[in-house]
């Protein structure tokens, strides 16, 4: 019955370094979203993954920004080169489908990177 | 583009009263819209979903929808302090290839309850 989980919750970065962060999603749901919510803003979409399959990044801000979820359940999202424009709040949500309308997504407690 | 428009607040009212929050959206396509409840510094929570014209009510609060106007709104009835948050509008189209599924979100408008 657990949630969608992230890790870390928040991470500190030097400009120029690498970070992951990592989504767990509720267990069952084949769809996952990233989502970017810099302070005062509401959440920014980024990508979506339906089961393994990414079928939208069109959010993605630059080629520094890359995601994965190779076997359809744990997802990660890594930023290379890390800038200080990236620093924000980045929210995973999953939903089970994303078919109906009335599909809900579920969001996570978010990773708060602050870039130096 | 895609947008939702939110008045950011903040938008302060006493105890007991009536909350409106409102939200245009630029998409006519969209065709659900969802209330999500965010905390300071917590994740956005989702308080309700509609996508029929009219009203839907869920305890204290009320949803309505009128897509001629594209306009979407949110009544709490019996503003309480723990009602204090920011309150975020999200559209969601339908599918047409990539780039749906996701939502799109207003910057949120920022309640306050006195009590």
């Known amino acids: 019955g657990a949630g969608v989980s992230q890790s870390p919750r928040y991470k500190v970065a030097k400009r120029g370094q690498d970070v992951a962060l990592r989504c767990d999603p509720i267990s069952g749901h084949v769809s996952l979203f990233w989502y970017q919510q810099a302070l005062g803003q509401g959440p920014e979409f980024l990508t979506y993954f339906q089961n393994e399959a990414q079928l939208d990044k069109s959010g993605l801000p630059s080629d520094r920004f890359f995601a994965e979820r190779p076997e359809g359940s744990v997802s990660t999202l890594k930023i290379q080169r890390t800038q200080q424009e990236d620093s924000a709040v980045y929210l995973c949500a999953s939903s089970f489908r994303n078919r109906a309308l009335t599909d809900t997504q579920y969001f996570g407690p978010g990773t708060r990177l602050t870039v130096l | 583009q895609k947008e939702v428009e939110q008045n950011s607040g903040p938008l302060s009212v006493p105890e007991g009263a009536i909350a409106s929050l409102n939200c245009t959206y630029s998409?006519?396509?969209?065709?659900?819209f969802f209330w999500y409840r965010q905390y300071s510094g917590k994740s956005p929570e989702l308080i309700m979903f509609i996508y029929s014209n009219g009203d839907k009510e869920d305890g204290r609060f009320t949803a309505q929808l009128n897509k001629a106007s594209q306009y979407v709104s949110l009544l709490i009835r019996d503003s309480q302090p723990s009602d204090s948050a920011t309150y975020l509008c999200a559209a969601r189209a339908a599918y047409s290839g990539a780039g749906s599924y996701q939502l799109t979100f207003g910057k949120g408008t920022k309640l306050s309850v006195i009590p």
């Open positions: 998409d006519r396509g969209s065709q659900s």
